[in-house]
């Protein structure tokens, strides 16, 4: 098993508590060290609450990385999953320290810690992963493997969208923790909805297609009263080779629990994946009928194989998405530790370079907002 | 009933046989002439086999127009099912000759051609109707009057698309009739994709939310080659006060026979209506359920059960909607002749300021796209 | 055109409006003469309202058949669109004085009835189509025709189900119409959900897979208190040949509003049909994928085809079902007028034989209920 | 953590990895100790690579108690995951050792062994637990709860069905080891798809609608040539007050990967939920609109709640549902260990008895198709 150290995701938080179970799912990773809350003694008390050995029950990251560093049975990697802002120091205080990191998305929340970071990633050579969740999904592979194949032909057209609900009201100002800090552009970053999950759907849609994004144009709004951030975002983008897509984001769209829904059209055929039915994918061939692609059907990619637990019809969802991503970690960083190639589950993995370019995808649309869409822009990284 | 006489939709052409199915649907209608096709031989012949007293079976409009002038028994109002560019002439020609018109749309092919027919409409007092399919579905109208008494709140955002797969091939390279003037921008008009579904789209979200588009960006693309128009449209659109819009015409997205599907997203709640279900309207209000509006559900408004015919559960579809714009279009021009308000039923129907708008949307997109989205632009007509 | 009577169907009726809708769709009909009402005045006058010549506005049905009997231009066919118990001595009647006939399901109220309305039809040679309005959908042509063709391999199981919502309640007794003679046992026949829409759902089953009815054992339910007939039916069924069946037909299944579902398994694949989405066949070849046929598909059935008015995504629904039977109610009747065999749209129509293997098994449906399920039954028809 | 045994679940075995990541997710099981396969050898070696301690891998399962009986951290709970004839000597040797079971369903293979090992659990007051997966899901207890609270009103019919196709062809002659037991009697017991499946869908049934089983009457089909046992069930129920029940189970419906599906209809509304999508449960009242329940709601009962590990539109699934099986069988053997009423997650769980009336249910069924169907039967325990 290996060992992993968490920052972040103290009691009431929501996104460390999904990194506990999902790492638990496969039996290759044990939780031994925290500095789970801003509040160290908060922090501390969590941590034995968890079961964790008070010896290894942080106050503070910097004292995770103290205590963790001069142990025989140091963690193997540290997630972070503190809000935004905090993910740049956390982050580069443990690659320095010699630790590898598996990173909360956005990678940063500015554009200038990203890039830092994606260099400090790579000439360190520490392993940074970046949780890009809906990438861990089986039939999310199984897409990226058919359209490499060559299953849809050149692409023309991608829809991608995430419309979430819960911030249809300024829930902000009543105590939400998780609205709170994502409505302050300090702690944020610039991109409120198109930073928070627009950045998915950006990762999604280059991970599943292979594009590469050329150039975009984008409208922010923001709905609801009081809030700094845009709470709903248009992108129009222009994909390299000349495909085109269209990508929105909205934290205030009534109906959606969580709505990530990804159309990628070529001229062979389409292929559709909803989040909220991830066990399907629905394929068209051109001239032919509409198909259901299982997740477990006999004709998947050895990619999407790897990656399912149960026979089709027994669903699978969010917590396996993210347990593979722990996986495909875990293998990765043993192939690193044990200097050979990662096997199949420990490639196409988010990294740090998929962290910065979606970072730049975020700042490229507020700059592009902000220009009044003029002119067409092409993010820093792509 | 009411008589009818029809321009194209001869043998082989495709609108004019749903016009015919449906203005027959309610008993209302009869179809007593017709110069049905370009080739006048062919007209003549096609009108006879439909029944037609030959007399009033003419090979060009222009016969139609002075064989019927001179009648007792004269056609009520004329049908125009020709591809676009004829629409004007035609259009322009009866309304001279003092025929109420149901033009189909675009309602013409240049914004010079609307803005003149809109404008002898209106100052010559006949009866233009336009045949926007998807506002006689009784479901929209529900949505329509929804919105108009505030369940939504104030509209956020609009998500409406009409992706098609039939012109996914060069098509119009192998003999078919309706791809062929579609790619022909003579025939056609300047917009593609967008002046032929996406005018529907753009009509459909201003129907059911009553918002004026103020602004919008637009990104065009053709992926079959040879072909001179787009095939594929993206807008992001700004209504005055505030809303936004996002709008994807496609006819090349395979998968999708008849994709119409418009989202309307508000501060109080949200619906959604999809045209391959229309028979249900999804609605969500603010920290609610998701709720099926049947149509035919005991609470439905006035406008949609007048739109109704059979009860909840017994599937109606295309032809009775657009039977309801018949039967609104018979409502709007018996009241005209009996001097009298139009009852409900011939309320809110598209009219030629409608389809001015809808050439206008066209024409601004299309201009948004060759200035590479800048500035946003505002059509002539909104 | 051909010339059509009518008797029931008059104000406030339910399934008469249908039969004229439908008749009217694709101008073959002609509705001239009707008795449409129980109180002859009530029926005069709602004839001369649908702008029949009064002439031909008759009070009851035997002025309809005195009337008709000596005009030149007297109907081609008359429907039956009145409560069961009335369908044998008004379509024997009608047959006796030489008219063809269309007439409702079930065919009568009791077996003796049907038994020897059948004997009637098939020995006057008069014409009797029977408004099994399902077999009218172009998709339900098409699944009949696909496991015709051996497209499923030997049939397994059939699970068919027609559960309603409308009766849920004591309706009959705040003075609906239509639910008050369906629960008087006299009115209706021994067979309340089962005669009413049970009987629906066996001939779909049947139509679709051409099996033959072997025995059955049921069981019989009456939820709603004071009613007299079940309003909840449970058929287990053996076909000829060992293929098995279900059936549930219900008036009080709270949330279905026409919940017509047919899933036929065979050895090779299945197939699905639900009326709520009429458009489409999922069909799933064994170890292959579910797969959807869409109406209009290229590689539909001639049988198909013949049923289908618009393209695929655009919907259709009953009333166009319905027209397909009257369509093929048309061919039939012009192809004995005209001493040739009907074309294919004149064919697998439901006929007489067909109501009074309806008959035959809800009356077996009831016996084997009262008989508490014992010994399985054979109907005496099917 | 509880310590956790396991017996069967070897090397390519179905269900007992299921148990290992299920019992894992939450952190509470530890497996420590098992006996995992009929061939010691393979079990012991299986056991290692599992990485369990070599000292307890055992060959047997007399070993296996034997190794543990001993220990002062004797395993808490031993898990029963090998074929059905075996669990009845496996259970009753754990249990006179002194062990908790969770064991798999059916509870036995004979009603003789079923109702001696109920007397056995009874009487010895241990823990026994039978993992009826579809129990486990959050909202198959919401629906319990609404039922339960009266929100349907009376029940009037269920519906249920469980369809499989894996079984469709004879793939026990061709070397599948689950279905090889599986159509052997001697392993598997008498009832092929009902006791393997049918089983499941009834005790759905009884779980949420907390009904009583009356009396039945089945009809079983064998439908791939050389199978020895059933493999299509259809059964018709009473249940005490009245309710009726229709049951389908079948291992060969081509099309169904895993199609457990349960509808509820009462006097004030129906309830209906799918595996497929299990975090949906749709509800519609009396009169009112079809509603979607989403997982995660803020309206769900405290039982529901207690079991979901992820807000509204993550989907969980299979595993996660097993799992809530695994923390409902730790809070009650935690609370038997320490002499407490359980909380709510130990209650509402299916023990010895559930297993014994889904023993005596499956027998009833068979019994009643050998005889025929002839008289409705009633199960020794209901
Ligand atoms: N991958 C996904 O789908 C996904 C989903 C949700 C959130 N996230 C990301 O996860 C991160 C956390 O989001 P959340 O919603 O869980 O936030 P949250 O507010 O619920 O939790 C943040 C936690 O971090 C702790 N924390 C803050 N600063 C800290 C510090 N300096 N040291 C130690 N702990 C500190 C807080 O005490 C709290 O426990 C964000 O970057 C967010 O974008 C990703
Ligand atoms: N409302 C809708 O949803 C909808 C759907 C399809 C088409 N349309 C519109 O309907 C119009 C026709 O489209 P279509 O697909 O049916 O085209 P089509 O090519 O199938 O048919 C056009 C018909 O017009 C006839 N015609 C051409 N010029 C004529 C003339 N000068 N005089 C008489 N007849 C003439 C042709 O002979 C042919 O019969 C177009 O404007 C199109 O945009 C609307
Ligand atoms: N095919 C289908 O799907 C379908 C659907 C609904 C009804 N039906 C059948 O249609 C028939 C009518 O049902 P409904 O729901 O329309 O009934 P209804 O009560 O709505 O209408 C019956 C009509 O018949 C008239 N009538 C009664 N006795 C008459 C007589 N002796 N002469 C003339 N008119 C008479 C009544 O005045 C009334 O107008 C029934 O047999 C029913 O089973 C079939
Ligand atoms: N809860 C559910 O949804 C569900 C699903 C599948 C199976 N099951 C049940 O689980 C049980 C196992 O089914 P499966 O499909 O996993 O079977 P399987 O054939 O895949 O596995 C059985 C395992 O038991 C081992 N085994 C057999 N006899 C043994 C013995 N005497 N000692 C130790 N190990 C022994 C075998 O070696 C094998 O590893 C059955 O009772 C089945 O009904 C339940």
């Known amino acids: 098993m290996l060992r992993l150290g968490m920052v972040g995701g103290g009691q009431g938080a929501y996104i460390g508590n999904i990194h506990r ?6 039996g290759q990773w044990q939780l031994v060290a925290g500095a789970f809350d801003v509040d160290p003694e908060r922090g501390r008390a969590f941590a034995i609450s968890q079961g964790l050995d008070p010896a290894r029950s942080y106050g503070t990251y910097a004292e995770l990385i103290a205590g963790e560093a001069g142990r025989e049975d140091r963690v193997d990697a540290v997630a972070i999953c503190t809000p935004n802002f905090t993910h740049y120091p956390i982050a580069k205080a ?35 992963g970046v949780t890009y969740t809906y990438s861990g999904y089986p039939m999310v592979h199984e897409a990226r493997v058919r359209v490499a194949r060559g299953e849809l032909g050149a692409i023309r057209t991608v829809q991608v969208e995430y419309p979430l609900e819960w911030m249809a009201t300024a829930i902000e100002q009543s105590g939400n923790a998780q609205a709170a800090w994502r409505t302050d552009p300090k702690k944020n970053g610039r991109g409120g909805s198109i930073g928070d999950i627009g950045t998915h759907a950006y990762h999604l849609a280059g991970f599943v297609t292979g594009l590469t994004l050329e150039s975009l144009t984008a409208d922010l709004a923001t709905f609801v009263g009081g809030r700094a951030l845009d709470d709903n975002a248009h992108v129009m983008m222009r994909y390299q080779g000349g495909a085109r897509g269209l990508l929105w984001s909205s934290q205030v769209a009534i109906g959606n629990s969580n709505g990530v829904r990804l159309r990628v059209f070529g001229e062979k055929g389409s292929l559709q994946w909803f989040q909220e039915q991830p066990n399907e994918l629905v394929f068209t061939p051109l001239d032919g009928r509409v198909q259901i692609i299982k997740r477990g059907a006999d004709d998947l990619s050895e990619d999407a194989r790897l990656r399912i637990r149960t026979p089709p019809g027994h669903p699978e969802g969010y917590l396996e998405a993210f347990a593979n991503l722990y996986a495909g970690f875990a293998e990765a960083i043993r192939a690193r530790q044990e200097g050979r190639e990662p096997s199949l589950l420990g490639q196409n993995l988010p ?28 993010p820093v990284a792509v």
């Open 94 to 128: 443990l690659i320095e320290a010699g630790f590898d990191v598996i990173c909360e998305k956005p990678l940063t929340a500015t554009l200038e810690d990203a890039v830092a970071l994606e260099k400090l990633a790579r000439e360190s050579g520490r392993f940074v």
């Open 21 to 26: 179970l999902a790492s638990r799912l496969d």
């Open 351 to 378: 990294l740090a370079y998929d962290g910065l370019k979606g970072v730049a995808f975020v700042e490229a649309v507020v700059d592009s907002h902000e220009a009044e869409g003029q002119p067409w822009l092409t």
